[in-house]
């Protein structure tokens, strides 16, 4: 049995002018054909590279990513191709090597975030 532990800190707003900040962590006990990746990308516009942890544990497919300096946790949701996933208002979109982030509150015009991973994903 494999067990992931992931972890973030988050701020919750307990009074309107008073910010608490928290930390969870959640357990995964993933059994079976479980497998953890990890994938590096490059993405326009961004410094830094993505580095992004993909748990795969049939039913429970997710993506974990930064996302303006916080982790976030993406849950695999149904798409027409590729492996689409949403955390809140952000969605992460990959395909093979290529991948995009799209943010949801960003208007209709704006553009999604093209990304490339540095190697091959497994």
């Not at 969605?91 to 091959?120: F, H, K, M, R, T």
Request: proline content about 5%; hydrophobic content about 50%.
């Amino acid at each position: 049995m494999k067990r992931i532990l992931l972890a973030t800190t988050f701020a919750l707003l307990a009074l309107p002018a008073m910010a608490v900040e928290t930390s969870m962590q959640l357990v995964l006990k993933l059994e079976g054909n479980a497998q953890r990746d990890i994938a590096t990308y490059q993405c326009e516009g961004l410094e830094d590279d993505v580095v992004v942890e993909y748990i795969n544990a049939h039913p429970v497919f997710l993506a974990i990513l930064p996302v303006e300096g916080e982790s976030l946790v993406f849950v695999n949701v149904i798409s027409a191709s590729g492996a689409r996933y949403v955390s809140g208002q952000y969605v992460w979109w990959s395909q093979g090597n290529e991948a995009q982030l799209i943010d949801e509150q960003a208007g209709e015009d704006a553009a999604p975030i093209p990304c490339i991973a540095s190697q091959d994903i497994p």
